[in-house]
């Protein structure tokens, strides 16, 4: 078997407890499979970009790499979250292009690819993650390296005319065809793919998955919706009701239900909507006013961005509205925490929880979706309030889905989720949680490599 090689801006480095889909994922995959790690350190440092650092945990090798506060600002917080990610998430509207944060991003990937290169063997797999990497499997192939290089995309793909609106667009998006098979999290992913290399990419979808750039080389692309490590959540939740953390949310809440959030402070997971959707639940249904108390949990992320710095004040106001407005003296309705917690904490959380809103106005796939399942006693199972425009609406089709933009259907579903009988909890659960036991993150990881290996 050849030796597996991810590449991914975020390392889930040893102990280290960061909020982010694609590192606890990753993290999982590459304990079943072992390999080698690159990525970025998480550090910036005052000389140049580069520095490499090793460290090894049980089969998997980790190799990090310094970045310069420069290239970081360009490439991080300048280009990957400031002109693609809001791209990628249909938000043209707060799309910020500029030449200089594009040539720090290739400068990056370049910095990258001449690191990675000379470690690469003949055999070995190669699979690179995100918006962060695009362009490293053409770096890459421009250093002679012929192994198979796979691509995984763990946001969203936009529609063609939205990836065409990007200055440039052709150059970025024309180097996913130096990779074997390009991996999406959703089969519209794949076609507003394939519709992009159609019509503006200047290739040909040869049949469905089967596409040919404009210099006659053919490559794959398909979904692979990422998932979670089922039993291992459900294990840690069952444990985690014990600690005494959740202990004390649990007591803290009571008599009341507990309606649950988790989200990186993002402009993509629809914050302030859901804020104002619970608010016209407690205004819509006011009979049932004081029945749920709402815990917001939404750790600071790429807090050097100005629409992320922004998007905390507004939530801060809306959140003091909401309470100022809806408040009793025993009572917050809303309690908003911008604190980092650790994993299995959470899913401690998410059992004592008898909602679970994940209302993203877009989102690759969301994780805490399917761990907020996973994670319920399946005796007095939670209910899962899920936006339909998440990946995640794709799998889990018993949730309560919702258009995270319509407050009054947000406030209904919390509603009819706040009352739902125990035995229609217990089917609708039984139904995604038999879909997570049999598409868990080694099904993910294994369909995928399986994949790239057949190319
Ligand atoms: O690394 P950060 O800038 O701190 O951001 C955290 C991660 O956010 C994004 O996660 C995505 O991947 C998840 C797993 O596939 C998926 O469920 C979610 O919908 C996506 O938003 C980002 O794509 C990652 O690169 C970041 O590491
Ligand atoms: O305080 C927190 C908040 C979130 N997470 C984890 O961060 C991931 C978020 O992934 P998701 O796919 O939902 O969204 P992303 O942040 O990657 O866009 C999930 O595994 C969460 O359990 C965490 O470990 N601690």
Same mark, same amino acid.
Request: glycine residues 8%; contains cysteine; charged residues 25%.
């Given at each position: 078997?050849?030796?597996?090689?991810?590449?991914?801006?975020?390392?889930?480095?040893?102990?280290?407890?960061?909020?982010?889909?694609?590192?606890?994922?990753?993290?999982?995959?590459?304990?079943?499979?072992?390999?080698?790690?690159?990525?970025?350190?998480?550090?910036?440092?005052?000389?140049?970009?580069?520095?490499?650092?090793?460290?090894?945990?049980?089969?998997?090798?980790?190799?990090?790499?310094?970045?310069?506060?420069?290239?970081?600002?360009?490439?991080?917080?300048?280009?990957?979250?400031?002109?693609?990610?809001?791209?990628?998430?249909?938000?043209?509207?707060?799309?910020?292009?500029?030449?200089?944060?594009?040539?720090?991003?290739?400068?990056?990937?370049?910095?990258?690819?001449?690191?990675?290169?000379?470690?690469?063997?003949?055999?070995?797999?190669?699979?690179?993650?995100?918006?962060?990497?695009?362009?490293?499997?053409?770096?890459?192939?421009?250093?002679?390296?012929?192994?198979?290089?796979?691509?995984?995309?763990?946001?969203?793909?936009?529609?063609?005319?939205?990836?065409?609106?990007?200055?440039?667009?052709?150059?970025?998006?024309?180097?996913?065809?130096?990779?074997?098979?390009?991996?999406?999290?959703? $089969? /519209?992913? &794949?076609? @507003?793919?394939?519709?992009?290399?159609?019509l503006f990419g200047g290739g =040909?979808?040869?049949?469905? !998955?089967?596409?040919?750039?404009?210099?006659?080389?053919?490559?794959?692309?398909?979904?692979?919706?990422?998932?979670?490590?089922?039993?291992?959540?459900?294990?840690?939740?069952?444990?985690?009701?014990?600690?005494?953390?959740?202990?004390?949310?649990?007591?803290?809440?009571?008599?009341?239900?507990?309606?649950?959030?988790?989200?990186?402070?993002?402009?993509?997971?629809?914050?302030?909507?859901?804020?104002?959707?619970?608010?016209?639940y407690l205004a819509r249904h006011?009979?049932?006013?004081?029945?749920?108390?709402?815990?917001?949990?939404?750790?600071?992320?790429?807090?050097?961005?100005?629409?992320?710095?922004?998007?905390?004040?507004?939530?801060?106001?809306?959140?003091?509205?909401?309470?100022?407005?809806?408040?009793?003296?025993?009572?917050?309705? $809303? /309690?908003? &925490?911008? @604190?980092?917690?650790?994993?299995?904490?959470?899913?401690?959380?998410? =059992?004592?929880?008898?909602? !679970?809103?994940?209302?993203?106005?877009?989102?690759?796939?969301?994780?805490?979706?399917?761990?907020?399942?996973?994670?319920?006693?399946?005796?007095?199972?939670?209910?899962?309030?899920?936006?339909?425009?998440?990946?995640?609406?794709?799998?889990?089709?018993?949730?309560?889905?919702?258009?995270?933009?319509?407050?009054?259907?947000?406030?209904?579903?919390?509603?009819?989720?706040?009352?739902?009988?125990?035995?229609?909890?217990i089917e609708r659960w039984r139904?995604?949680?038999?879909?997570?036991?049999?598409?868990?993150?080694?099904?993910?990881?294994?369909?995928?490599?399986?994949?790239?290996?057949?190319?």
């Amino acid at each position: 078997m050849s030796r597996l090689v991810v590449v991914s801006n975020r390392v889930a480095l040893p102990g280290e407890n960061r909020a982010g889909g694609l590192a606890v994922a990753l993290e999982a995959a590459l304990q079943e499979s072992g390999g080698l790690w690159f990525g970025w350190s998480g550090k910036t440092v005052r000389e140049a970009s580069g520095a490499l650092h090793e460290a090894q945990e049980g089969d998997i090798r980790y190799l990090t790499m310094d970045l310069s506060r420069a290239d970081l600002d360009a490439y991080y917080n300048g280009f990957s979250n400031r002109t693609l990610w809001p791209l990628l998430h249909f938000r043209l509207d707060l799309v910020d292009y500029d030449r200089e944060t594009r040539g720090g991003y290739g400068a990056v990937n370049v910095l990258f690819a001449d690191r990675l290169a000379p470690l690469l063997r003949e055999d070995d797999t190669v699979w690179i993650h995100d918006y962060h990497l695009i362009p490293l499997a053409s770096l890459l192939r421009e250093r002679g390296i012929g192994c198979r290089i796979g691509f995984f995309l763990h946001v969203p793909m936009p529609s063609a005319d939205m990836a065409a609106a990007l200055p440039d667009h052709a150059r970025l998006f024309s180097t996913l065809y130096a990779y074997d098979l390009v991996g999406f999290q959703t $089969l /519209r992913d &794949v076609e @507003r793919f394939q519709d992009y290399v159609r019509l503006f990419g200047g290739g =040909r979808v040869l049949e469905e !998955g089967v596409l040919e750039a404009p210099d006659g080389h053919r490559f794959r692309a398909a979904a692979f919706p990422i998932s979670i490590d089922t039993r291992r959540i459900a294990d840690q939740a069952r444990q985690a009701v014990t600690k005494p953390t959740v202990r004390l949310l649990r007591e803290s809440v009571k008599p009341r239900q507990l309606v649950i959030g988790v989200d990186r402070l993002d402009y993509s997971k629809g914050l302030p909507e859901r804020f104002r959707g619970f608010e016209r639940y407690l205004a819509r249904h006011a009979d049932q006013k004081g029945g749920l108390t709402y815990l917001q949990i939404a750790p600071i992320s790429r807090g050097e961005v100005s629409e992320y710095q922004l998007l905390r004040s507004e939530l801060e106001r809306i959140a003091g509205h909401v309470n100022g407005q809806h408040a009793a003296p025993d009572w917050t309705p $809303l /309690r908003y &925490v911008n @604190r980092n917690f650790a994993h299995t904490t959470l899913t401690g959380f998410y =059992r004592t929880a008898r909602i !679970g809103l994940v209302t993203p106005l877009r989102d690759g796939m969301n994780l805490v979706a399917k761990e907020f399942v996973a994670a319920q006693d399946p005796e007095d199972p939670g209910v899962l309030v899920l936006s339909q425009l998440a990946g995640a609406a794709y799998e889990m089709r018993e949730a309560l889905l919702v258009n995270p933009y319509d407050l009054d259907g947000v406030a209904d579903a919390i509603a009819t989720a706040a009352h739902m009988p125990r035995q229609q909890r217990i089917e609708r659960w039984r139904a995604m949680m038999d879909y997570l036991r049999e598409n868990d993150i080694d099904a993910w990881r294994r369909r995928y490599l399986a994949a790239l290996r057949a190319t």
